[in-house]
C-alpha cells in the first residue's frame, strides 16, 4: 500500500503545504503538483469542477509525489466514496457542524467495521496498491472544516470524533458567519479570537490543523501560529495574481518615458 506522507510529515511535525484547484484541467493539476506542494487540494464546491474533471485530475496529481485530496461539494457519502474510489488520499469535507456531521463523513471514508464505505475501490487499487482494502483506512486523510458558528458551538464533541484526523478552517464562511466580512486573514479580534480557539481545541485534541490562506504570506503567517496545513490561496487567485502584475509590468513600459519619468 502506498503511504500518505502527510501523515509522516504531520508525525515530524513538518508544515504540510497545500495547493487549492478550481480550474478543471488536468494540466493545471500536472502543472501544480509539480511545484513543491506536500499535497494539492480538488475542490468540487466552489471549483468549476466535477467529477469527470476531478477523475484526471487525480490521475496528473499521481504522477508526482504530491497527496491527491478532494474538497467534495458537501458531505454526501457517495460523492465521497467515489472520489475515494478514483484514488483521493483525503477529504477536506465543507460545513461539518456537529458530531453527527463529523462522525457521518468519517464513516464514508471507512471500511467496515470503522465505518460504512462501501468497497469497489477502483482506481484507488492502481494508485494505492492491491493491498488497498487493508491500508486505506489508515492511508486516507480526513479533514473536517469548521466555518459556522454551530461548529464552534460543538467544537469539543466534533474533536473528540473517533477516526477524525484534523480540521481544517474555512476562514471565508466562518467570517461571514459572525457578521463580518468575508475574508482568509481578518484583522477583526473577534474572528481573530475564535480561530486561535479553534486551532487550539483541535491541536489539544491532538488533531492536525489546517486552514485557507490568501497567499503566500498569509500561509506563512498561519504557519507560525502554529497551523500544521496551509493553503496559499488558490489557482485563480494566483493565476490572476500573476497576470495582473504581468499586465502592470508590460503597461508600464509602453508608456511614454516623459510620462513614466513623471514630467
Ligand atoms: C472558506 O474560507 O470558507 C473556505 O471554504 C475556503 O475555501
Ligand atoms: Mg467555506
Sequence with gaps: MRSNHLHALRAERKLILNAWLSIPSSYAA??????????????LQHGMIGFESALPMLQAISTTGAVPLVRPSRNEPSEIMK???GGAYGVICPMI????????????????????????????????????LSGADAAILVLAMIETEEAIDNLDAIVATPG???IFIGPNDLALALGRAPKPEHDDPYVIG????????????????????????????????????????????????????AVAEARDAERPAAMASGY
Aim: include cysteine.
Design 30 to 43: 500536472e502543472v501544480t503538483s509539480h511545484q513543491g506542494f506536500d499535497a494539492v487540494t480538488i475542490d
Design 83 to 85: 472520489l475515494l474510489d
Design 97 to 132: 457542524s456537529t458530531r453527527q456531521d463529523a462522525e457521518r463523513l468519517v464513516a464514508a471514508c471507512r471500511y467496515p467495521p470503522a465505518g460504512n464505505r462501501s468497497f469497489g475501490p477502483a482506481r484507488g487499487l492502481l494508485y494505492g496498491g492491491l493491498d488497498y
Design 164 to 166: 477524525l484526523d484534523g
Design 194 to 245: 475564535r480561530i486561535e480557539h479553534i486551532r487550539r481545541t483541535a491541536e489539544a485534541a491532538g488533531l492536525l490543523t489546517g486552514i485557507f490562506c490568501s497567499g503566500g504570506a498569509g500561509a506563512a503567517q498561519r504557519a507560525r501560529e502554529g497551523f500544521n496545513l496551509v493553503t496559499p490561496g488558490n489557482d485563480v487567485a494566483l493565476l490572476r495574481t500573476a497576470m495582473q502584475r
